[in-house]
């Protein structure tokens, strides 16, 4: 069986292990079969015909139930050749037997099987050592390619950031001899600091071996799963688990949007940060569209009920937002990266309580009237009243627009309202 997912991680380019349906389910959050196809549709889009080679998506964890079941195997049978379906099970063979019904007959299929790798977790979850615990797990691996040579088998190493380096290294080269196609690393209670984990995956490739594929799966307790996540892929992994917008159990996982954003958005700068020696495209077999980061977002945080705020990285109501009077003469030198040529996020002026003269005058413009200076001045100071007086930053536009008419402003049309705007822009930044 030719198995896409271990051929582009060994050639060095990144596969996106999606947990958005799987762990996102333990943050409270539950999509259904048909959302998670939609998902994974759109997720795979995002590489185009490239999908199955640089997305995993777990689509659930089939011992949970039957509909559970069913989820997954909806996913998998509907997203055949856009992603790489996967199921995820404990480390049992009744579990690994149930996942792999959940996925056969599926191109390009997957079965992610958890075992501890701690001797604190392997007491808990199956009452013997961590030795004892991951040889099982190799035997498992034995078993899941004797069940259904068509499915490839991956292994999860729970808590592997409190676990033996050399024994992880010892059961990950086992495993791959066992015919595992990828064995992720998970820092399951998000504990590790950035040189942690540079350090484990460091230790662990050496001794593993040239021909294990390591992958990570780091939740993000301390904040950290993000810089956590790059020092895992600068030590060489390539299959590294997130989920979109975070979701996880917990403080969840890396931002799936967040990561991909940052290591493709700019190469040059993501090749220094690896030190990857200016070949950072070469993490790529097609550079992902990020212009489809901020519509899967909100299809996301429309499901789940998890809000977009001001503050969310990369697909947050505030990018591309201007408020003040210095960004609006001169965004660019106000933010990161260009938003609409990067994320199609068109800039969007916003009245707040910081609202000042030239602010309000676009707007006004925008909306079809047309301020003289005095009128900019009484305009701005009824904006920072309104939002004072209701105790919230943003002032509603069709009240403003309210305000404006009621002042008797003169109104203008919608071309000379952006040719006006413009020209007081660029005034403004002359003074």
């Known amino acids: 069986m030719r198995d896409i997912v271990r051929e582009s991680a060994a050639a060095g380019r990144l596969v996106v292990w999606e947990e958005s349906a799987r762990d996102g389910a333990q943050a409270k959050t539950l999509m259904p079969g048909g959302f998670r196809v939609r998902l994974a549709r759109e997720h795979g889009a995002v590489f185009g015909a490239d999908g199955p080679r640089h997305v995993v998506f777990a689509a659930g964890f089939p011992a949970v139930c039957a509909e559970e079941f069913e989820a997954v195997r909806q996913v998998a049978v509907e997203t055949e050749g856009q992603v790489s379906a996967a199921a995820v099970c404990r480390g049992t063979e009744a579990d690994v037997r149930q996942a792999v019904a959940s996925v056969r007959g599926v191109a390009n299929a997957r079965v992610l099987a958890v075992v501890p790798a701690s001797e604190a977790m392997a007491r808990v979850m199956t009452h013997r050592g961590a030795r004892e615990a991951l040889a099982h797990g190799t035997d498992l691996v034995k ?30 080269g086992g495993s791959t001899a ?20 540079a350090e484990m995956f460091e230790r662990v490739a050496a001794a593993a071996g040239p021909g294990v594929v390591l992958g990570s799966h ?40 967040q990561l991909l954003f940052l290591l493709a958005h700019d190469p040059a700068r993501a ?19 990020l212009t489809r980061l901020p519509r899967i977002a909100a299809l996301v945080s429309e499901q789940t009920g998890i809000p977009l705020t001001v503050t969310t990285p990369v697909v947050g109501t505030g990018v591309a937002t201007i408020s003040t009077g210095t960004p609006f003469v001169d965004p660019q030198l106000f933010q990161p990266y260009d938003p609409t040529a990067l994320l199609g996020v068109e800039p969007r002026i916003v009245l707040t309580q910081l609202a000042s003269a030239r602010v309000v005058t676009a707007v006004a413009e925008r909306l079809g ?63």
């Open 369 to 431: 009237h047309r301020l003289d200076a005095a009128g900019a001045r009484a305009a701005a100071a009824w904006v920072k009243h309104r939002a004072f007086l209701t105790g919230r930053a943003v002032v509603d536009e069709d009240l403003f627009a309210a305000y404006l008419d009621g002042a008797g402003v003169a109104r203008t049309s919608t071309a000379t309202a952006t040719a006006t705007a413009t020209a007081a822009a660029a005034s403004e930044g002359t003074r």
């Open 218 to 257: 780091l939740h993000n307790d301390l904040g950290l799963g993000l810089a956590n996540t790059v020092q895992a892929v600068r030590g060489g992994a390539r299959v590294v688990a997130s989920s979109w917008l975070g979701l996880a159990e917990r403080s969840g996982l890396v931002a799936t949007e």
């Open 271 to 289: 090749a220094a940060l690896l030190g990857a020696d200016g070949h950072a495209a070469d993490l790529w077999w097609r550079a992902p569209d």
């Open 143 to 172: 078993r899941a390619r004797d069940l259904d040579e068509g499915v490839a088998i991956d292994l999860c190493l729970a808590d592997a950031s409190r676990a033996d380096h050399g024994l992880m290294a010892e059961a990950a």
């Open 178 to 197: 066992a015919g595992a196609g990828t064995v992720l690393l998970a820092d399951t209670v998000g504990r590790q600091l950035p040189g942690e984990v």
